[in-house]
């Protein structure tokens, strides 16, 4: 099994909708994030949180909102999607701890298209 | 301000060497880290470097420059299955990583 999950890997939906896509992880890291990738452009943070009680917003979290439901869960909603939110988005977990270089370790990726 | 550039695409030939440059600016500097996209795919860790030099892993190595803002990955014996995009990244004084574009290495027979 995969130590970091997301569901759903596809999802198509409509304008308007309510999305969410859920990340849970078996690393027992502290430190999640959501990204999105779109052709031709880097990834694109979205939100981050260091523990369960932390909550940040990434360089692109318009449009997005998060919740951290425990150290292994962390779910990014869509609470009215729109066409340009179309990307694939992937959630990722690091542990900054002695020793340890901040290393990603990423999901397997959501693929969203909005229609 | 922050920015980073790497080549959109490079082409390269099965068993030979390719070196795929990235260029950075930041005021301040935790590391940079290289890593391979298969099309579709999450990326994967290949390196990672905080200081100046070159670190080697097998066919892959990768060479930091902190006073010039220059990484590059090198591979070696390019095989097929070498085909990816790869990302370079750099850690800012947050702790944030910011991600390059990547490159799209294409390997030809």
């Given amino acids: ?115 | 301000g922050q920015n980073i550039d790497q080549p959109t695409e490079m082409t390269a030939t099965e068993g030979a060497i390719v070196q795929i440059n990235c260029t950075y600016q930041t005021s301040g500097f935790n590391g940079l880290f290289w890593y391979q996209q298969h099309a579709g795919e999450a990326p994967t860790f290949l390196s990672y470097n905080v200081l100046d030099g070159l670190e080697e892993k097998g066919r892959f190595s990768s060479f930091l420059s902190r006073s010039k803002g220059y990484s590059y990955l090198l591979l070696k014996e390019l095989q097929m299955k070498d085909s990816a995009s790869y990302l370079c990244a750099f850690m800012d004084s947050n702790y944030q990583l910011i991600w390059g574009a990547g490159t799209k290495l294409i390997i030809k027979p």
Avoid at chain 1, 75 to 101: H, M, R, V
Avoid at chain 1, 102 to 113: A, D, K
């Fill in chain 1, 1 to 115: 099994d995969a130590d970091v999950t997301q569901t759903p890997r596809n999802r198509i939906t409509k304008t308007g909708k309510r999305i969410m896509l859920e990340c849970s992880q078996t690393k027992g890291h502290d430190r999640m994030y959501w990204y999105r990738q779109d052709p031709g452009l880097g990834l694109r943070l979205i939100y981050y949180s260091f523990d369960v009680k932390d909550i940040n917003k990434g360089e692109i979290s318009d449009g997005y909102s998060v919740s951290r439901q425990a150290q292994a869960k962390f779910s990014l909603s869509l609470e009215s999607a729109i066409p340009n939110q179309t990307a694939l988005y992937f959630c990722a977990t690091s542990d900054l701890g002695q020793g340890d270089t901040g290393e990603l370790f990423f999901g397997e990726g959501s693929r969203l298209t909005v229609l």
